[in-house]
Every structure is written in structure tokens, then in C-alpha cells.
């Protein structure tokens, strides 16, 4: 009776593991709204390097003249790494201008929240920071390219 009892125990463990773990990475079209990816101007005000995903955020002044923080989703800090990105450039130009193209979340999902897929820091260095899903949009189409 123990072996089952035991058997049974771990099936219940690793399935509920197995259905945690699906539904714990979702595909992006769930979260963001590639049909209405935006430029966004502004300021680093700050950065989260933490694993699965970093995000980086900004003030963005918008026509009303108040200024809104973003929140946008990276890739993770193991992949910016891999691109040739730190968290050491981030610091370096903190509180500087920026420049972001950025999905929106879709309702529900979380105000002035966004995927960022490119990314201009005050350095110049124009950086892809996300998955690109607009795949007719290259860094030279940006309008922060120059």
C-alpha cells in the first residue's frame, strides 16, 4: 500500500509541476499587441535585471504634458548579455534619454506596461532587446535610427 500510495504522490507532484510550468511562459500575442507597436521617447528611470525577463523603465511625457512611467519586458539578462548588452550600459545612462520600440500590453494586462523590441540609450547604440515580431521593421526603419 505504500509503494501505491507513493507512486501516486509523485504523479500528483510532477503533474502539477508539468501544468505550473505551462502555464507559467506564455506566447507573446497572449500578453502584447504586435498589430500596435509604438516609438516612445523619454527618459531611463529604471531597470529590473531578473531572470526569466529584465524590463527596463520610462518616463514618457504624453500630450496632456504629465509624464507616465513604461514598464517594458526584455528578453532575459543572459540573452542581453549574449547581444552584447549590460546592465552596466543601462547604469551608464540612467536618467538620460531614450528611445523605445515597444508593443502594448493588451487590456487587462497591465497600463503603460509593453514589449520592448528595440531600444536607443543615450549612447547612441541602437540595441534589439526583444523578439521582434514586426519582421518587415528593421533598426534602419526606426524613426530613432539617425
Not at 17 to 33: K, P, Q, R, V, W
Not at 61 to 69: E, F, I, R
Not at 120 to 125: C, E, N
Request: hydrophobic content about 40%; some cysteine.
Amino acid at each position: 500500500m505504500r509503494i501505491k500510495l507513493a507512486g501516486v504522490l509523485t504523479m500528483v507532484f510532477l503533474l502539477t509541476g508539468a501544468a505550473d510550468s505551462t502555464f507559467a511562459h506564455h506566447g507573446f500575442t497572449i500578453e502584447f499587441d504586435p498589430t500596435k507597436c509604438m516609438d516612445l521617447a523619454g527618459t531611463l528611470s529604471g531597470l529590473e535585471w531578473d531572470n526569466p525577463h529584465a524590463y527596463v523603465r520610462m518616463d514618457v511625457k504624453g500630450a496632456d504634458g504629465n509624464v507616465v512611467t513604461w514598464r517594458l519586458e526584455m528578453i532575459t539578462p543572459n540573452a542581453l548579455k549574449r547581444n552584447g548588452t549590460t546592465s552596466q550600459d543601462f547604469a551608464d545612462n540612467m536618467n538620460k534619454p531614450m528611445h523605445a520600440r515597444a508593443c502594448p500590453a493588451r487590456e487587462g494586462a497591465g497600463q503603460n506596461r509593453g514589449a520592448a523590441e528595440y531600444i536607443k540609450l543615450a549612447d547612441g547604440l541602437i540595441r534589439i532587446v526583444g523578439q521582434v515580431v514586426e519582421r518587415d521593421l528593421t533598426p534602419e526603419k526606426l524613426s530613432f535610427w539617425n
